[in-house]
Each structure stands twice: as structure tokens, then as C-alpha cells.
């Protein structure tokens, strides 16, 4: 059964740092790009970022860029999130998602979300 | 940056009815690169239909969808209680981004 298991959410003041971890489990994980998408409360989603099998390529939405920074390491099954210079508009429940196939554009399998709230 | 715009936002129906979901993308968008999803309150995001018509695993043959170019449909031929829920359009354009539309809401009427 595949598994990804969020953590590293919670309350940090603007300009502060935070960095998520997405534990994955039940598939080969180095077979597959893996993604952060966020939803803010009472909204809609919105991709953050993404990365290849390999690291290879990386991408972001315009709204993180420069300050964000996604990364694996598929010996220990995760994927990470390093959330720089945070934003009150960061605000949201940060989802890890599985690309469908190898680096297909779609995600099948979603976390349950950890919460990032940036307040002061 | 190509926009999904989705209508309507608000869709009132009853169990049993047919549901037809609009995803409008603002340039052409290459049908293989056109997801819907399924949202719950409290749960993650579902996958319902990649490549604009191709069901995802454990989808209903309920669910269907279809449309090219600009204009993407979601068509949930008769409605059942667990279908309640938000749906959403996702585009993969130019690498690396992938966009959502704002989402449709499905409610009982």
C-alpha cells in the first residue's frame, strides 16, 4: 500500500524558516517524480514544486521561487521541503504527491498534509 | 501561464442526476496533459481522470471525461451520495508548472 507521510508543518513567524519531510512507503520511490502542492485554508490547490526520479529536474511556481528549495534522497525514501523567507501567505495544508508514472504530470497518490501557518 | 478557469462553482444537484463540469483553459492545452481530480472535506485530493479521458485505478465507469484544445469536461453520468464533493481541473503546460483550476463544488440540492 503506497504511504506518504507529511511532517514538519507548524506556526512560524514571517521571514522565518521551515523545512517539510514526506516519508514514502509501498512503491519503488526512485521510479517515480514527487511533488509538494499546497492549499491555503478554504481554497483551492496549487502546485509548489516538483523533482525527478533522479534530481534531475526541478521545478517551482512562480510564487516560491527563490525562496523554496525541494530535494529526495531516495536511500531513505523522502522528499523534502526547504521553505525560506516565509510569507503570510505560505499559509496553507503542504500536500506531498506522487507523479502517476515515472514523471507523468499527474499526482495518484497524495499525503494527508502537514499545516505550515506564518504568523507573527 | 495558462489559466483553468472552471464553471460553475457551485453545482446543485440530486442523487441520481447527471453532473457536467466545465474546465476552460486559457491557450490550447494537449489533451494527454488534462487531469480531474475529487476533493472531500478533510481528505487529500483524488485522482478521477488523467489524459482527459483515461480513468485512473478504482474510478467508477460513472465518471467520465472528455474535450480538447481549450474546452474540458467532467461527466458524472448518475450522481451518488459519496460524489459530493470539490473537483478540479489540472494542466501540466510549460515545464515544470502545473496549474489547478479554482475548483467546482458539487452539492446536494
Known amino acids: 500500500e503506497v504511504q506518504l507521510v507529511e511532517s514538519g508543518g507548524g506556526l512560524v513567524q514571517p521571514g522565518r524558516s521551515l523545512r517539510l519531510s514526506c516519508a514514502a512507503s509501498g512503491f519503488t520511490f526512485d521510479d517515480y517524480a514527487m511533488h509538494w502542492v499546497r492549499q491555503a485554508p478554504g481554497k483551492g490547490l496549487e502546485w509548489v514544486s516538483g523533482i525527478s526520479w533522479n534530481s534531475g529536474s526541478i521545478g517551482y511556481a512562480d510564487s516560491v521561487k527563490g525562496r523554496f528549495t525541494i530535494s529526495r534522497d531516495n536511500a531513505k525514501n523522502s522528499l523534502y521541503l526547504q521553505m525560506n523567507s516565509l510569507r503570510a501567505e505560505d499559509t496553507a495544508l503542504y500536500y506531498c504527491?506522487?507523479?502517476?508514472?515515472?514523471?507523468?504530470?499527474?499526482?495518484?497518490?497524495w499525503g494527508q498534509g502537514t499545516l505550515v501557518t506564518v504568523s507573527s | 501561464e495558462i489559466v483553468l478557469t472552471q464553471s460553475p462553482g457551485t453545482l446543485s444537484l440530486s442523487p441520481g442526476e447527471r453532473a457536467t463540469l466545465s474546465c476552460r483553459a486559457s491557450?490550447?492545452?494537449?489533451?494527454?496533459?488534462l487531469a480531474w481530480y475529487q476533493q472531500k472535506p478533510g481528505q487529500a485530493p483524488r485522482l478521477l481522470i488523467y489524459?482527459?479521458?483515461s480513468r485512473a485505478t478504482g474510478i467508477p465507469d460513472r465518471f467520465s471525461g472528455s474535450g480538447s484544445g481549450t474546452d474540458f469536461t467532467l461527466t458524472i453520468s448518475r450522481l451518488e451520495p459519496e460524489d459530493f464533493a470539490v473537483y478540479y481541473c489540472q494542466q501540466y503546460g510549460s515545464s515544470p508548472r502545473r496549474t489547478f483550476g479554482q475548483g467546482t463544488k458539487l452539492e446536494i440540492k
Open positions: 489524459g482527459a479521458s
Open positions: 491557450q490550447s492545452v494537449s489533451s494527454s496533459y
Open positions: 504527491a506522487k507523479s502517476l508514472a515515472t514523471d507523468a504530470p499527474f499526482f495518484d497518490y
